[in-house]
């Protein structure tokens, strides 16, 4: 069946340094691929996504990049920051429903003051 | 983004019983969403609600265990029959919105004893 493979599962930086979550998928169709934030005890909020017709997209301090060839994509957060500490879920369509996800695992990013 | 209430927002059960959870959005939408969230874990969707029509389970949910219900556009609740205590998890309603971004709602955190 599909698969979203996530990498690392524990990310740990100083504050101001970059951090870089890498995702894989499997399925072929997939033509949609959102990232989610999700502090402690809150619901995963949607920070950036990125469709299968755009390489990269830039929002601020996030980015994605997005392989469609390796079926490979990344968010890269630049000039970290304590509050951006929080765990981080990749996912991606399953076939051409923007609804239908499949998650990645998800990282745990600990920003360091 | 749309405004997506759950209730109730927590609730701890005894083994055998079932709980209905209400998911309500301030506008109307065509397709809502739901998903499971075991502790720790990644996010699972269960089934996919649409206005009018049965509910389509994913793979490894079944109707008898999470009955759904949808009688109009902004509502719909999903049922977990029977619990034992690995129903234990956050259920998250979902929405797309407008721009066919997935968005969700404050979950309901489960607890069975």
């Known amino acids: 069946g599909e698969n979203v493979e996530q990498h690392p599962s524990t990310l740990s930086v100083q504050e101001g340094d970059s951090a870089v979550i890498k995702c894989t998928y499997s399925?072929?169709?997939?033509?949609?691929f959102p990232w989610y934030k999700q502090e402690l005890g809150k619901r995963p909020q949607l920070i950036i996504d990125?469709?299968?017709?755009?390489g990269e997209k830039k929002d601020q301090r996030i980015a994605v990049t997005l392989n469609k060839t390796a079926k490979h994509f990344s968010l890269h957060i630049t000039e970290t920051q304590p509050e951006d500490s929080a765990v981080y879920f990749c996912?991606?369509?399953?076939?051409?429903?923007?609804?239908?996800?499949?998650f990645g695992k998800g990282t745990k990013l600990s920003v360091k003051p | 983004s749309a405004v997506i209430s759950q209730k109730p927002s927590r609730d701890i059960c005894q083994r055998g019983t079932s709980l209905t959870i209400q998911c309500q959005v301030d506008?109307?939408?065509?397709?809502m969403f739901w998903y499971r969230q075991q502790p720790g874990q990644s996010l699972t969707l269960i089934a996919t609600?649409?206005?009018?029509?049965?509910?389509?389970?994913e793979s490894g949910f079944v109707i008898d265990k999470f009955p759904i219900s949808r009688p109009n556009l902004t509502f719909s609740t999903l049922t977990v029959s029977n619990m034992s205590p690995e129903d234990s998890s956050i259920y998250l309603c979902?929405?797309?919105?407008?721009?066919?971004?997935?968005?969700f709602g404050s979950g309901t955190q489960l607890s069975v004893l």
């Open positions: 990125i469709r299968s017709n755009v």
């Open positions: 506008s109307q939408v065509t397709m």
């Open positions: 996912a991606a369509s399953i076939g051409g429903s923007q609804g239908n996800l499949i």
């Open positions: 609600a649409n206005q009018g029509s049965e509910a389509t389970y």
């Open positions: 979902s929405v797309t919105g407008g721009n066919e971004k997935l968005f």
């Open positions: 399925d072929s169709a997939s033509n949609y």
